[in-house]
């Protein structure tokens, strides 16, 4: 596949500059910029620039809103409910997972459970927020609904990821990032490109038979949640699910499971919502909450020393502890820049031609 | 299979002579008693009265403290870390919830990791007590080493489940409480009774590679996490795992990994320990201190309606929401009484024998 390879700074200031156009503050084209592109960092490209596309189309039908007013609705001393004012989840999650923090600060743990964003970009960028500050980082996020419950094909829930993030000492965190599917929608989407079949347990077709055809979700068809059937254990990837789609948007008063707004433009939201945009679920707990950090953090690094030398199967593959080879990806492409694949690169610059900015390349 | 059925107060009155006899106070044999009975009526044989032989032989060992002094030795508003003095996890666990539940109720929410302690039973009985109160519980725990992480055939992780629990209005709470492995341990016990093969991706041979036989676990092999290969996401059911390892182990300073302490007698601890006993972690969050929770449970009932009434893949079964096969046993059974497999009920008579009790049958 041809790519081109760009510097992270190019990159950035080019994200920045359609997040002005869209009319956000300099601060929050900073930040939702900020959020894409440690994603294309750390070799997630589903959910960087790739995205910018997009999130220009949602705020071209007036789903995204610039310039929220972001509040808090609902609080006690250690909760929140915050509401997104339809903004860009890239700087609603942000904002939500600083009130956890400082909720967390004063006593200890943060819990914000938001309405009314949208995307919130990867997961790991707002649980890495608390683990700076030595927390536990719980992030969360429901989604388009592309997912069929167990013993259904109606496609009722989102990807639905979620992410906990453990502050370690010599070792950088332990980061478990997950889609809630058997597979993310990314992985798919490479799939469709390559024109390869997919692993049974991933979808199925419009009549929830198992299907290996990537292109199944353009049928009618849906993805699996994670165990992919119910002998394997789908019940639980469905639980899971179910478990983001509740804390997320039933606990903010967001919109749930079939109601949740699709990312793409060219489908419109429910016109019977049942809440409002996407809904997000963020916390952040101290570490010396429980013990003391410097405890915890030599008891963090024995814990990834140990599973990192857990007895291989074959010699050429250790155990990879959670988020190891996004920091691998993260560390070559901080030096050696971001490839970003042709077609990618051709709609970031019908992008930059339609909002009369300079193009990437 | 050969079973016998007995009413729930004959099965509660014995396991609470079984715990008396261990030393246990008047209220604690009552709560480990309840928590055991719990599990019976709820369907789930694998963690109810069978695992009596298993709390004495540990008991017998000096493993299991009849008279803990449960402790808080660490704490903010919101966190707390619990000693459980080496006592019944039956008896810790519910301590702890009470802990967590009275946080949540001055601050919004409550965290407590637990050391020292033992197996906890069902843990949808403590988020149970939770859902009670209108909030949100968690539970989880660490476990014996039997699940080998993606890459590796070494059993370092036990089937560690995680629980949520979502009240709800005029439908009964959304109760999601799974191992992180393929199967849990008790589905397998089932298929080593009956013979029979499991299905591929449960469990694999000591040197790694696939299989179908159940007594795989007694010749070196182990089960494996949700997804059960790489491809199908392993790695996810290893993530959700290891997030429950440490913020049960890690956190409160009990043994992680493979240092967890088995729950068979015939197997020591390790002798150099990383931490003290088992660990869990549980929480509760007030509905109220994110919505109304007139509101909530308004949602909460319309979220199980349009799930139960997703399309179904075939008419004959719809969509089963978290929880409700657990709820369909504990009426029939609260009504017809518990059957108990012959197995299991000469395991309990030779226990009454033991101690001196009156036996079952």
Sequence with gaps: MAYHTFTESNLRDFTKSIFLKMGCSANDADLAADVLIKADLRGIDSHGVARLTGYVRLWEKGRINPTPDIKIVHETPSTATIDGDAGLGLVIAPFAMKVAIEKAEKYGSGWVSVRNSNHFGIAAYHTLLAAEKDMIGFAMTNASPLVAP???????????????TFPAGKYPPVIVDMATSAAANGKLEIAQRTGKPVPEGWIQDANG??????????????????????EHGSHKGFGLSATVDILSAVLSGANYGPWAPPFVSFMEPSANPVGLGLGHFLGAMRVDGFRPVDEFKNHMDNWIERFSSAKPISEDQRVIIPGEPELVAEKERTINGIPIIEEVCNDLNGLADKLGIDRLL
Excluded: I, W
């Excluded at 829930?157 to 906990?164: E, F, R």
């Excluded at 979700?217 to 165990?227: Q, W």
């Design 150 to 164: 167990t013993f259904s094909n109606e496609r009722m829930l989102g990807t639905n990821p979620m992410c906990y």
């Design 209 to 230: 038979q198992a299907s290996v055809d990537p292109h199944e979700l353009k049928k009618g068809g849906s993805l699996l949640p994670l165990g992919g059937d119910r």
